[in-house]
C-alpha cells in the first residue's frame, strides 16, 4: 500500500542482520501491518532532523518488540509496559540523548498506563509514539483498552461490549488533560494523505526532543490486518471509517515555540563536595577505643511524641561517641509511633555492640504514664527508673531504685517545658549509671543543637540545675 | 579517624554517593524510606539525579534505563517493593546490567507489619524473578557496612554486569551507629563497549534480554552459569568467630549475627565451645568454607535467622547435611534475643554430653 511514498531513510539499516533468516531485507511484520510505516517515518524524521547518532529507541514487548532489528541507533529491549519508566532513567542519565518510546495499544494503554500517565505528567524528555491498532497484535488478537465497542477479538467474540469490558481509552484526551507535556497530536497512516500528516506530526515530536524541549506524544492510528482478519482495502477502511470516527484526528497541542529546553546538571563526583555536604570537617567525633573494663549501659528512653524522646536518645548517643565508647540507637519507627508514644534504645559499650534494642535496660527514662507502665518491668536488678514527677507511679520491680523527677518543672523554671528531655540528661549525668564523665553530656548539648546555637546556652543551664536538684535531693 | 552518627539508611546512600552513583529512583516504603530521603537531599545537591518514581515497577525500570547508559544507579526498598521489582530485576539479570538494590526487610507476608524479618532470604538469593539468574547477595550487620558494601556493591555490579542486592532488615536502616566516612570518591567511568548512550560510538550497542532462538538462549544462559560460578571462586566472604575448638557454630548473617556474636561470648563464659560463622556474601553463599567446618569437627550447627529456615536450607546444603542443624528463628517484626539463642545452646549442649 502506502509504503512507497517513503524512500529508506539512513537511520533504518539496509539489511536487518539482527534479524538473521534467508530474507534479510524484509521486515518481521505482516504484509499491511502498520508498524513497517511508522518505522520508516520516524527513521526519515531522525535523518531530516540530525539525529540519529543521539536517538535511543526503546523497543515495547508487542509486534515491535524487535523495533532494535531495524533502527540504526542506540537500542534498548524492555519489559512489557514499562517503556516510559525505562525512558525516564536513560533521559535523566545521558541528558543529551534523543529518547524514542515505541509502544502498542496493549503495551501503553494497558500494562503500562501509569508508567505512561507519570511519565507524561513530569514531562520526561522522550517521544512517545503510540501505535493504536485496536488489539493486542503480538498475543493473537485479544481485546485491548482501545477496542471498538462491537469490534470482535479473541477474547471478545461476539464484540466489546461496554458493560463488561468498558469503552476504548483515548490516550491523547487523557494526556491533553496534563500540564506537562509540550505536543500531543493523532494521526493516521491509513493512506497516503494520512501518511503526509502522520509525517509531520512524528517531525515535530522529534524536534522538541532534538532540542530537549520535554514530552511529545503521538498517537498513530494502525492496522492490524492480521488479527483483524482484514484484507488491505478492509484494513484501510476499517482505519478510516470506523477508528477515525472514536478516535477523532487531530493535533491537541504544540508547544514547541514556547517550551524553554531543559538542560541537567553535570553529576559531581569529587571527594570534596560529598565531604563538604556532610560538614566532615566541623562535625566529627574520634573512632571508639575498646575497653574492656567500661560496663556495658543498656538504656531505654521512652515518652509521647514531641516530648523529645528520640532526640534525648541521640543527645546520649553523641555523648557515647564524645567518650569514645562504642554507641547505638535505634528507636521505634512507624504506626509504632502513631499511638502518641515512642520509644529508643541507646547502647553505650566499651567493646562492639551486639543488638541495638534494649529489651531489659539497666536506666529506664519514663516521660508518660503509658512508657512507664509498658517498661517499668523490664528495668534490671541494681538498675534505676527516671520517670517524670507528674507520673502517678507504677509498681517497680525489686532492686530497682525509682526516682520522680520533677523534669517539666525544673524545665519550666528554667525556661522551656520542653526542654524536660534535658533534665533527664542532667540527672543521668549526675547519677552516673552509664559510666559517661560529666563532660561529655556537655559536648553532646552542644552538637545535638549545633544548628541551633542560641538554644545551648538554655540547655546547657537546665543540664546543671537538674544536675544540682539531683545532688540535693537523690540519696 | 573521624565518625558522624549515621542511619542506617543513611549509610546506605553516603556509600553510593562515593561509589559514584549518579541516578537514584525509588518510591517510599518503611522501613526502608530513610535511603529516598537522603537520596533526595543530596543527589540534586550534587547534580546527581533523583527522581520519585511512581511504583516499585517504574524505579527498577528507570534503574534499567540509567543502567543501560552505563552509569552508576540505584533503588531501594523492602518487602512488598521488592515483590514488585523482581521482574525488572530478571529483565537486569538477562541484560546483564549492573545495578544495586537495597533491600530493608521488613515482616510478611503480604503486607505483614514494618517490623524487621530476614524472610525475603529465598527471594533474593535464589532469584526471585522468572528464569535462571542470581543476584550478587551482601549482607551487611552494621552502619558502618550499609555504607561499605553499597560501595562494593556497585564495585561487583560494574565488574560482572550484574544486578547486586545488599540484604538487609528494618534495625540496620533505623539504627544510628558512628560512621568512619568513605576515604576515597569513585569517579565512575562508562564502559562504552555494551552501554547505549545515544553517542555516536555507542550507536550499535544493544541492550536486550531476548534470545529467540533457543539454542542461543540456552547457551546464554550456561554463560550466565559460568559467571555465577566465577563469582563463587572469587567473591565469597565470609566471617568466623571462634569457631577453631566450636562444638557448637552458629550460622547468622545481619543482625542476627550480632546477636550471635554476643550469645558467643557469653557461652564461652559459661564454659560452652560455641563460635560463629557468618555468611557476609549470601549468593555466593560460603558454602566450600562452612563444609570445612563441618568435615574438621564433630559439631552441631545451630541456624540463627529471622525467617522460617529459609537459610538453614543453604546451611544444610553447604554441609551436605553431613552434621545435624538446627534452627533458632522470630517472625512477625520480632527479633532474635540472646536469651532465646542461650537456651537453645544450653539444650543442645546438654543432649551432647
Ligand atoms: C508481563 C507480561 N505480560 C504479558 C505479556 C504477553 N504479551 C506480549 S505482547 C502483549 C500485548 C501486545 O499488544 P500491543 O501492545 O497492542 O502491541 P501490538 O502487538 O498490537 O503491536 C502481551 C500481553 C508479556 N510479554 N509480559
Ligand atoms: S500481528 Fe498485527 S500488529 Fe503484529 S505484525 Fe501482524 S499485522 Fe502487525
Ligand atoms: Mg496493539
Not at chain 1, 525512558?87 to 501509569?114: E, F, H, K
Not at chain 1, 484494513?235 to 484526528?249: A, G, I
Not at chain 1, 559536648?443 to 541551633?452: G, L, P, Q, R
Not at chain 2, 566465577?230 to 569457631?243: A, R, S
Amino acid at each position: 500500500m502506502a509504503e512507497k511514498i517513503i524512500g529508506k531513510p539512513a537511520a533504518i539499516y539496509d539489511e536487518f542482520s539482527r534479524k538473521g533468516g534467508a530474507a534479510p531485507t524484509a521486515t518481521h511484520y505482516c504484509p499491511g501491518c502498520g508498524h513497517g510505516i511508522i518505522h520508516k517515518l520516524i527513521g526519515e524524521a531522525m535523518d531530516d532532523l540530525g539525529i540519529q547518532d543521539r536517538s535511543v529507541m526503546i523497543s515495547p514487548v508487542g509486534c515491535a518488540v524487535f523495533a532494535y532489528y531495524y533502527f540504526d541507533c542506540g537500542n534498548l529491549q524492555v519489559a512489557h509496559g514499562r517503556a516510559p519508566a525505562v525512558g525516564t532513567g536513560m533521559s535523566r542519565a545521558q541528558d543529551n540523548a534523543v529518547v524514542i518510546s515505541y509502544q502498542g495499544d496493549g503495551d501503553l494503554a494497558s500494562i503500562g498506563l501509569n508508567e505512561t500517565m507519570q511519565a507524561a505528567n513530569r514531562g520526561e524528555k522522550m517521544a512517545v509514539f503510540f501505535v493504536n491498532n485496536t488489539v493486542f497484535g503480538m498475543t493473537g488478537g485479544q481485546m485491548a483498552p482501545t477496542t471498538l465497542i462491537g469490534e470482535k477479538t479473541v477474547t471478545c467474540p461476539d464484540g466489546r461490549d461496554p458493560r463488561f469490558a468498558g469503552y476504548p481509552l483515548h490516550m491523547c484526551e487523557i494526556l491533553d488533560n496534563l500540564k506537562a507535556p509540550v505536543f500531543i497530536e493523532r494521526v493516521s497512516i491509513s493512506d497516503i494523505s494520512h501518511i503526509r500528516k502522520a509525517r509531520k506530526a512524528i517531525r515535530r515530536a522529534l524536534e522538541v526532543q532534538r532540542d530537549g524541549k520535554g514530552y511529545a506524544f503521538v498517537e498513530v492510528l494502525s492496522t492490524c490486518p492480521t488479527n483483524l482478519k482484514q484484507n488491505a482495502q478492509q484494513s484501510t477502511d476499517f482505519v478510516n471509517n470506523m477508528m477515525e470516527k472514536e478516535f477523532p484526528l487531530q493535533n491537541f497541542r504544540d508547544r514547541f515555540d514556547e517550551a524553554e529546553p531543559l538542560w541537567r546538571d553535570e553529576s559531581d563526583f569529587s571527594k570534596s563536595a560529598i565531604d563538604k555536604l556532610y560538614s566532615l570537617e566541623d562535625n566529627a567525633s574520634p573512632e571508639a577505643v575498646p575497653d574492656k573494663d567500661f560496663r556495658i549501659a543498656l538504656v531505654k528512653i521512652a515518652g509521647f511524641g514531641g516530648q523529645g524522646v528520640l532526640s534525648m536518645g541521640l543527645t546520649l548517643a553523641r555523648a557515647g561517641c564524645r567518650d569514645q565508647r562504642y554507641t547505638s540507637w535505634y528507636p521505634s519507627y512507624g504506626p509504632e509511633q502513631r499511638g502518641g508514644t515512642s520509644n529508643c534504645s541507646v547502647v553505650i559499650s566499651g567493646e562492639s555492640i551486639g543488638s541495638p534494642v534494649v529489651y531489659e535496660s539497666d536506666v529506664l527514662i519514663a516521660l508518660n504514664q503509658p512508657s512507664l507502665e509498658k517498661f517499668a518491668g523490664d528495668v534490671k536488678k541494681g538498675g534505676v527508673i527516671l520517670y517524670d514527677a507528674t507520673i502517678s507511679g507504677v509498681e517497680v520491680p525489686k532492686n530497682v531504685r525509682s526516682i520522680a523527677v520533677p523534669a517539666m518543672q525544673i524545665a519550666k523554671d528554667a525556661g522551656s517545658v520542653k526542654a524536660a528531655n534535658t533534665v533527664m540528661l542532667g540527672v543521668m549525668m549526675e547519677l552516673g549509671d552509664t559510666g559517661l564523665p560529666e563532660k561529655v553530656f556537655r559536648e553532646a548539648i552542644e552538637d545535638t543543637f549545633a544548628s541551633k546555637p542560641k538554644l545551648i546556652p538554655m540547655n546547657l543551664t537546665i543540664l546543671e540545675a537538674a544536675a544540682k536538684w539531683a545532688r540535693e535531693n537523690i540519696k | 579517624m573521624a565518625t558522624q552518627l549515621i542511619k542506617g539508611n543513611s549509610a546506605v546512600i553516603i556509600g553510593a554517593l562515593y561509589a559514584g552513583c549518579d541516578c537514584y529512583f525509588g518510591y517510599p516504603i518503611t522501613p526502608a524510606s530513610e535511603i529516598l530521603h537522603e537520596a533526595s537531599q543530596t543527589f540534586p545537591k550534587l547534580g546527581r539525579k533523583f527522581v520519585q518514581a511512581e511504583s516499585e515497577e517504574a524505579a527498577i525500570n528507570m534503574v534499567y534505563g540509567a543502567a543501560s547508559a552505563g552509569h552508576r544507579v540505584m533503588t531501594a526498598s523492602s518487602g512488598p517493593g521488592m515483590s514488585l521489582k523482581q521482574e525488572g530485576i530478571s529483565y537486569l539479570a538477562g541484560a546483564e546490567l549492573p545495578s544495586v538494590i537495597v533491600d530493608i526487610m521488613r515482616a510478611g507476608p503480604g503486607l505483614g507489619n514494618i517490623g524487621p524479618e530476614q524472610g525475603d532470604y529465598a527471594q533474593v538469593v535464589k532469584g526471585g524473578g522468572h528464569g535462571n539468574y542470581h543476584n550478587i547477595v551482601l549482607a551487611p550487620n552494621s552502619v558502618q557496612e550499609m555504607c561499605d558494601h553499597t560501595i562494593k556493591a556497585f564495585e561487583l555490579a560494574s565488574k560482572y554486569r550484574n544486578p547486586v542486592v545488599v540484604l538487609a532488615d528494618g534495625v540496620l536502616g533505623q539504627m544510628i551507629e558512628p560512621l568512619h566516612f568513605p576515604d576515597e570518591a569513585i569517579t565512575p567511568v562508562i564502559d562504552e563497549s555494551w552501554a547505549v548512550c545515544g553517542t555516536k560510538e555507542t550507536k550499535e550497542n544493544l541492550v536486550s534480554s531476548i534470545f529467540l532462538d533457543f539454542d542461543k538462549l540456552e547457551d546464554f544462559n550456561y554463560q550466565l552459569q559460568e559467571k555465577y560460578e566465577t563469582i563463587k571462586e572469587n567473591e565469597t566472604v565470609h566471617e568466623e568467630y571462634m569457631t577453631e575448638d566450636a562444638s557448637i557454630v552458629l550460622v547468622a548473617y545481619g543482625i542476627s549475627s550480632r546477636i550471635c556474636h554476643s550469645a558467643v561470648e557469653v557461652a564461652r563464659r559459661e564454659g560452652f565451645k560455641v563460635g560463629l560463622f557468618r555468611p557476609i556474601t549470601l549468593f555466593p553463599f560460603p558454602e566450600k568454607e562452612l563444609k570445612g567446618i563441618a568435615d574438621s569437627y564433630d559439631c552441631t550447627f545451630i541456624a540463627v535467622e529471622m525467617s522460617n529456615g529459609q537459610m538453614m536450607e543453604d546451611v544444610k546444603l553447604a554441609i551436605e547435611c553431613s552434621r545435624p542443624v538446627e534452627l533458632v528463628n522470630r517472625l512477625g517484626g520480632n527479633l532474635i534475643t540472646l536469651d532465646q539463642v542461650m537456651e537453645k545452646i544450653r539444650e543442645v549442649a546438654s543432649r551432647e554430653a
